[in-house]
């Protein structure tokens, strides 16, 4: 009897341990660390001279003084711990606590995050962060759950032009085998293929190397990564066409977020809200300052005028259709178009 009632204690005991454990800090960061504070990990394929550099330092300062010590962010830029797709798989995993990644290359993870990458969706950056910050962006975010991810919000990657060290793009022909790196994001792929370039998808952080060595002739970006990553170093023509707006998303591990008290995750909300609207206004600041260094580098700069976006998106029609299907939610795409028309009155 005296031996059972020891096994008993034992396997008790090794339960506790076990629970203990998994509530004990650790590698993973998915839990509190035993003096009671939250450590998140924060990972970044941004160079710490773009303004999502600058956002996540905000962040850091916001989220450490606001919860009085009780969260701690040990920060990484420059992709050190990876690239969009790394990053996302890390936090899913929980090695990773906290990332922002471009919401197209999301879209291999939870196929909604094609909305955002329909062509010439928002007229302007008031209408893409009111869609955003609104029910369409949110549902979104609440759709990552089911990846172990936790959506948190929104910042700016911005809106995307074309460089290339070919020729100018004036018009919808100059892009005829274009031989264009993309985002690794299927719609990405298919517009560009329709628009009759040649697109080829590619990780980001190849891309520099990628136009310096020639194996691709361009890319698109918003002017802010065309600068911080000194894109302009190896292109020759910049063409602001404004085809598309990525937002960037800001992800946590999902059991991380849930394991911390209710006021400190509102305090992670409240961080990650107020970084984001001091980095969007920080690229809106910065945006004619980077494009003096894109031409002082010697780039020829052309604005792709309203008649060519007309016919881009009339050749694109076939794309439109098929991005539907790609999203899989047809109420969403008509909530979306909804949102769009009425923010852009
Ligand atoms: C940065 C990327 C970048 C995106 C791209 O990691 O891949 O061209 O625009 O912002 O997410």
């Known amino acids: 009897m005296r031996k059972k009632i020891i096994a008993i204690g034992a396997t008790i005991m090794l339960i506790g341990l076990l629970l203990a454990g998994c509530g004990g800090g650790g590698e993973t960061g998915s839990q509190a660390s035993t003096d009671g504070t939250y450590k998140i990990k924060l990972g970044s394929p941004l160079a710490d001279s773009h303004p999502g550099h600058d956002g996540f330092l905000k962040f850091k300062e916001l989220v450490e003084k606001e919860s009085n010590g009780k969260i701690k962010v040990e920060y990484f830029p420059n992709a050190v711990l990876g690239g969009d797709r790394e990053l996302t798989e890390a936090v899913q995993m929980g090695t990773v606590t906290m990332m922002l990644s471009s919401t197209s290359p999301v879209a291999n993870f939870d196929k909604s995050f094609y909305l955002f990458d329909l062509p010439f969706l928002f007229p302007d950056r008031e209408t893409a962060y009111k869609v955003l910050d609104g029910p369409v962006g949110q549902k979104l975010l609440d759709n990552l759950s089911s990846q172990g991810i936790k959506g948190l919000g929104y910042w700016e990657n911005g809106f995307r032009n074309i460089t290339n060290s070919k020729r100018p793009i004036k018009k919808l022909e100059d892009l005829e085998g274009l031989k264009l790196r993309t985002m690794e994001n299927k719609l990405h792929i298919a517009a ?30 918003p002017l802010a990564l065309i600068v911080s990553n000194k894109f302009y170093e190896v292109q020759d023509y910049l063409t602001l066409s404004g085809h598309v707006y990525t937002p960037f998303v800001i992800m946590m591990n999902k059991d991380f977020f849930d394991s911390l008290p209710q006021d400190l995750q509102q305090v992670v909300l409240d961080a990650v809200k107020q970084a984001g609207e001091y980095q969007r206004n920080l690229i809106k600041e910065q945006e004619s300052d980077n494009l003096k260094v894109i031409k002082n580098a010697g780039v020829e700069v052309y604005e792709l005028p309203k008649e060519e976006k007309d016919r881009m998106r009339k050749q694109l029609k076939p794309v439109y259709d098929m991005a539907g299907d790609m999203i899989g939610d047809p109420q969403l795409v008509d909530q979306l178009v909804a949102e769009v028309e009425k923010y852009s009155k």
Request: charged share 15%; glycine share 14%.
């Open 192 to 221: 560009w293929k329709q628009l009759g370039a040649n697109p080829t998808p590619m990780a980001f952080g190849e891309l520099f190397t990628a136009l310096q060595q020639g194996t691709v002739d361009g890319q698109e970006n």
